[in-house]
């Protein structure tokens, strides 16, 4: 029994690895969208103006670049790095073979969720192609596997969040 | 106790977060659909003008050309007054025939009349003595006079000088000036006229008198012509021996009018040129126009504000021309919304109008 949940320990350190890996890729990148947007917003998006449909492309960015828009994409990465300590910990304690907690787990879940249906409703990640469509639901898909991946392995240990787990024959 | 209450202090930041997070994104969701509102009100405009000119290629030709052969029945060229490459005036002499067998024949005429001229002194002595030789007299008089009148006209033949009929430039072969199958001297005129032709589907818009724009490729200058002449009937024979420089620009797949237009400038001849012909004629695009009731109405901007304008349109050749309802210049909404109504206050996207 304690040899298994071992086991799952190790499985969940792993995906613990896998979701820093690209939370961390993920707080670069919005990092440096959020800087570009700002140097882009103080010339006025020129780089848009003149080409064809470059007036809802500015429209799209000012929109993106606005306090609440800006506020938001912050929070965000705010929370990202946050989870990346977090998970840190974890693996540090699952390294000395103590249960970690489900919550950054659950919270990382529900905010990946939770921003899919933002950009759905926003229209932000809307594809015009049937090809562009698949592609974003399949990635959207994996990023949701990714994240649950160590729930499901966190889940099945039965020995308390906190707790180590007994080394057995 | 103290780890419950790390627990539970974390557990309402995160809340707090969490909240916070979903408060910005329902923000920005009801700031997304603001901007969408408010962009449903920009519309782009057509602004109202003449379509681009017609553009045809064309070569300058001389207005008139006149060649000269050698004529043997006139005697041979005794003299060229002119010199190759010279401008010369209406009646100014080209070149003169001296006929040597007329200058015999006048001779011979001279002495028949020296002696008609002694016969009639003869008979004038005895005229006293038998007044009925007054008649032979007198039928002596009248041969001196034809004499007369022939020695003048032979004169005349004998020495043709021929005269420039208009002003021109010369073009002079010496050569030739003893061939008389091939012409030794032309007179071209110094004031050129532009041939060109016009396709089928740019027919009606070329009118007689009409003016156009004469661009000069070589000189890179534009003058202004006039139209003088619209062949009615295609004429594909004329473009090929014009030769290449005489081809419209619609000739590909249809058929060709010749047209002539007087330039108001003088162009050097043979040169080619390109004719700007001004289509006066206002199109409208099919996304600004609606259709109510067999009536069709157009959204001109005026002071911020939309207002339905009913247009008339007729079929000219290939296209829809406006009859009635706009005027240059006038600002028409492109694709308006079907909700969009007449006084309804719109937007304008920054630098529309000239796109189109």
Same mark, same amino acid.
């Given at each position: 029994?304690?040899?298994?949940?071992?086991?799952?320990?190790?499985?969940?350190?792993?995906?613990?690895?896998?979701?820093?890996?690209?939370?961390?890729?993920?707080?670069?990148?919005?990092?440096?969208?959020?800087?570009?947007?700002?140097?882009?917003?103080?010339?006025?998006?020129?780089?848009?103006? =003149?080409?064809?449909?470059?007036?809802?492309?500015?429209?799209?960015?000012?929109?993106?670049?606005?306090?609440?828009?800006?506020?938001?994409?912050?929070?965000?990465?705010?929370?990202?790095?946050?989870?990346?300590?977090?998970?840190?910990?974890? %693996?540090?304690? *699952?390294?000395?073979?103590?249960?970690?907690?489900?919550?950054?787990?659950?919270?990382?879940?529900?905010?990946?969720?939770?921003?899919?249906?933002?950009?759905?409703?926003?229209?932000?990640?809307?594809?015009?192609?049937? =090809?562009?469509?698949?592609?974003?639901?399949? &990635?959207?898909?994996?990023?949701?596997?990714?994240?649950?991946?160590?729930?499901?392995?966190?889940?099945?240990?039965?020995?308390?969040?906190?707790?180590?787990?007994?080394?057995?024959? | 106790? %103290?780890?419950?209450?790390?627990?539970?202090?974390?557990?309402?930041?995160?809340?707090?977060?969490?909240?916070?997070?979903?408060?910005? *994104?329902? &923000?920005?969701?009801?700031?997304?659909?603001?901007?969408?509102?408010?962009?449903?009100?920009?519309?782009?405009?057509?602004?109202?003008?003449?379509?681009?000119?017609?553009?045809?290629?064309?070569?300058?030709?001389?207005?008139?050309?006149?060649?000269?052969?050698?004529?043997?029945?006139?005697?041979?060229?005794?003299?060229?007054?002119?010199?190759?490459?010279?401008?010369?005036?209406?009646?100014?002499?080209?070149?003169?025939?001296?006929?040597?067998?007329?200058?015999?024949?006048?001779?011979?005429?001279?002495?028949?009349?020296?002696? &008609?001229?002694?016969?009639?002194?003869?008979?004038?002595?005895?005229?006293?003595?038998?007044?009925? &030789?007054?008649?032979?007299?007198?039928?002596?008089?009248?041969?001196?006079?034809?004499?007369?009148?022939?020695?003048?006209?032979?004169?005349?033949?004998?020495?043709?000088?021929?005269?420039?009929? *208009?002003?021109?430039?010369?073009?002079?072969?010496? %050569?030739?000036?003893?061939?008389?199958?091939?012409?030794?001297?032309?007179?071209?005129?110094?004031?050129? *006229?532009?041939?060109?032709?016009?396709?089928?589907?740019?027919?009606?818009?070329?009118?007689?008198?009409?003016?156009?724009?004469?661009?000069?490729?070589?000189?890179?200058?534009?003058?202004?012509?006039?139209?003088?002449?619209?062949?009615?009937?295609?004429?594909?024979?004329?473009?090929?021996?014009?030769?290449?420089?005489?081809?419209?620009?619609?000739?590909?797949?249809?058929?060709?009018?010749?047209?002539?237009?007087?330039?108001?400038?003088?162009?050097?001849?043979?040169?080619?040129?390109?004719?700007?012909?001004?289509?006066?004629?206002?199109?409208?695009?099919?996304?600004?126009?609606?259709?109510?009731?067999?009536?069709?109405?157009?959204?001109?901007?005026?002071?911020?504000?939309?207002?339905?304008?009913?247009?008339?349109?007729?079929?000219?050749?290939?296209?829809?021309?406006?009859?009635?309802?706009?005027?240059?210049?006038?600002?028409?909404?492109?694709?308006?919304?079907?909700?969009?109504?007449? =006084?309804?206050?719109?937007?304008?996207?920054?630098?529309?109008? %000239?796109?189109?």
């Amino acid at each position: 029994m304690h040899k298994n949940e071992s086991v799952l320990l190790k499985k969940t350190k792993t995906w613990t690895t896998v979701n820093i890996v690209i939370l961390i890729i993920g707080v670069v990148i919005s990092t440096i969208s959020v800087i570009s947007l700002f140097g882009m917003k103080a010339t006025g998006f020129a780089l848009f103006q =003149g080409l064809p449909g470059g007036e809802e492309a500015v429209a799209m960015l000012e929109e993106a670049t606005s306090p609440i828009g800006m506020a938001l994409a912050v929070v965000l990465i705010i929370i990202d790095i946050a989870l990346v300590v977090w998970f840190f910990k974890c %693996n540090g304690r *699952m390294k000395k073979n103590i249960v970690p907690e489900k919550l950054p787990y659950y919270i990382s879940l529900v905010l990946y969720v939770l921003s899919q249906v933002y950009s759905l409703i926003s229209g932000s990640n809307v594809q015009v192609t049937s =090809g562009g469509i698949i592609f974003t639901i399949i &990635l959207a898909l994996v990023f949701v596997w990714i994240r649950i991946m160590p729930l499901i392995h966190l889940r099945r240990i039965i020995t308390k969040a906190g707790e180590k787990i007994q080394e057995t024959e | 106790m %103290n780890k419950k209450a790390f627990q539970n202090k974390r557990n309402i930041i995160i809340v707090v977060i969490g909240l916070l997070v979903i408060t910005l *994104m329902t &923000l920005a969701l009801v700031q997304g659909k603001i901007t969408a509102k408010r962009s449903k009100d920009l519309y782009e405009v057509y602004v109202v003008r003449t379509q681009e000119p017609v553009i045809t290629d064309g070569i300058s030709r001389p207005n008139q050309e006149k060649s000269y052969y050698y004529d043997p029945t006139n005697g041979v060229i005794s003299a060229i007054h002119v010199k190759n490459g010279q401008n010369v005036k209406i009646s100014d002499p080209l070149f003169a025939y001296h006929n040597e067998t007329l200058v015999y024949q006048i001779e011979d005429a001279k002495t028949q009349q020296k002696r &008609l001229y002694n016969q009639k002194k003869e008979l004038q002595k005895q005229v006293d003595i038998d007044p009925t &030789l007054k008649q032979s007299i007198a039928e002596i008089d009248a041969q001196i006079a034809d004499l007369s009148t022939n020695i003048q006209r032979l004169r005349e033949k004998a020495n043709i000088v021929v005269y420039a009929p *208009m002003e021109g430039k010369i073009i002079l072969d010496s %050569n030739k000036k003893t061939d008389p199958s091939a012409p030794f001297l032309h007179l071209i005129s110094t004031t050129p *006229m532009v041939v060109s032709t016009v396709s089928e589907y740019d027919y009606y818009a070329l009118k007689t008198d009409q003016k156009v724009r004469v661009y000069i490729n070589a000189e890179d200058r534009e003058i202004e012509g006039t139209v003088t002449g619209i062949d009615e009937l295609s004429t594909v024979s004329t473009v090929t021996a014009m030769g290449a420089g005489a081809t419209g620009t619609g000739s590909a797949g249809g058929v060709n009018f010749t047209f002539y237009v007087a330039p108001e400038e003088a162009i050097h001849v043979d040169f080619s040129v390109q004719i700007k012909i001004p289509l006066e004629e206002i199109i409208i695009p099919e996304e600004c126009i609606l259709t109510e009731e067999e009536k069709e109405y157009v959204f001109v901007v005026k002071e911020g504000k939309a207002v339905k304008q009913e247009i008339t349109r007729e079929k000219k050749g290939l296209q829809m021309v406006l009859t009635s309802g706009l005027a240059l210049g006038d600002e028409v909404l492109i694709s308006p919304d079907s909700a969009l109504i007449d =006084g309804q206050e719109v937007r304008i996207k920054e630098g529309s109008g %000239n796109a189109h």
